[in-house]
């Protein structure tokens, strides 16, 4: 797994757009970038994945540059429900379940009113 | 579809008892199924998984250990918790291959050992 670099944490007002970055100089060129989501006291959920450019779904989007050694999540006006841990993690695009998949510490993303 | 159950959502245990926790999946057969744990203030640490009835592989070495009883369950224990294992344990459960968005993930256990 390649190593990745993040913010510890982010603080941001209601309404305003958020960009967390992500490094991962040494990303291996079958990975894809993947970013999970962990609410406060739940498991982490998938909210999206690219391998280059851009990628748009109804939670975030997700920005890679041409060199894929870092990538920006970011999320559009954020809401108090939108305060969580984010993880940033390249994976291949399947891999078996033996492949050990762990998560780093990731951003904590702190809504304030 | 499928569903991960996990329980309980809540336990406190003194240093020195057991511990069982379990993890059911429903809507899948042989998932790959994990344990997780999560200290305070800490990443995500992959504990246990397993691919099938009766395979478990073990990443940390810990007092826990893991079983797989079934194809749908997973169960955590412990002889003798410790102060240390105090944290949210997680089970999740992945399809064979694995995709990026294939893990569900459980709603988790807050264990407080005291």
């Known amino acids: 797994l390649a190593k990745t670099t993040q913010p510890i944490s982010m603080d941001s007002y209601e309404g305003q757009e958020v960009n967390i970055t992500c490094s991962h100089n040494?990303?291996?060129?079958?990975?894809?970038i993947t970013w999970y989501q962990q609410f406060p006291s739940q498991g982490p959920r998938f909210i999206i994945q690219?391998?280059?450019t851009k990628v748009t779904n109804e939670v975030a989007s997700l920005f890679i540059p041409a060199d894929r050694k870092s990538s920006t999540l970011s999320l559009p006006r954020v809401s108090l429900s939108d305060t969580a841990v984010y993880y940033c993690?390249?994976?291949?695009?399947?891999?078996?379940?033996?492949?050990?998949?762990?998560f780093g510490k990731g951003t904590k993303l702190s809504v304030i009113p | 579809s499928q569903t991960i159950h996990q329980w309980p959502a809540t336990l406190v245990q003194p240093v020195g008892s057991p511990l069982s926790l379990e993890c059911t999946v429903e809507?899948?057969?042989?998932?790959?199924l994990y344990w997780y744990r999560q200290a305070a203030g800490r990443g995500l640490q992959l504990l246990f998984y397993?691919?099938?009835?009766?395979?478990i592989s073990s990443e940390v070495p810990q007092n826990l250990s893991a079983s797989r009883p079934q194809d749908r369950q997973f169960i955590l224990s412990s002889k003798k918790l410790l102060l240390s294992d105090s944290g949210f344990y997680l089970c999740?459960?992945?399809?064979?291959?694995?995709?990026?968005?294939?893990?569900?993930f459980g709603s988790g256990t807050r264990l407080t050992v005291v």
């Open positions: 993690l390249p994976l291949p695009l399947r891999w078996a379940g033996s492949y050990q998949l762990t």
């Open positions: 999740a459960w992945s399809p064979e291959p694995v995709e990026g968005n294939g893990y569900t």
């Open positions: 040494n990303i291996a060129t079958n990975d894809y």
């Open positions: 690219g391998y280059k």
């Open positions: 397993s691919v099938g009835i009766g395979q």
């Open positions: 809507g899948t057969s042989n998932p790959n």
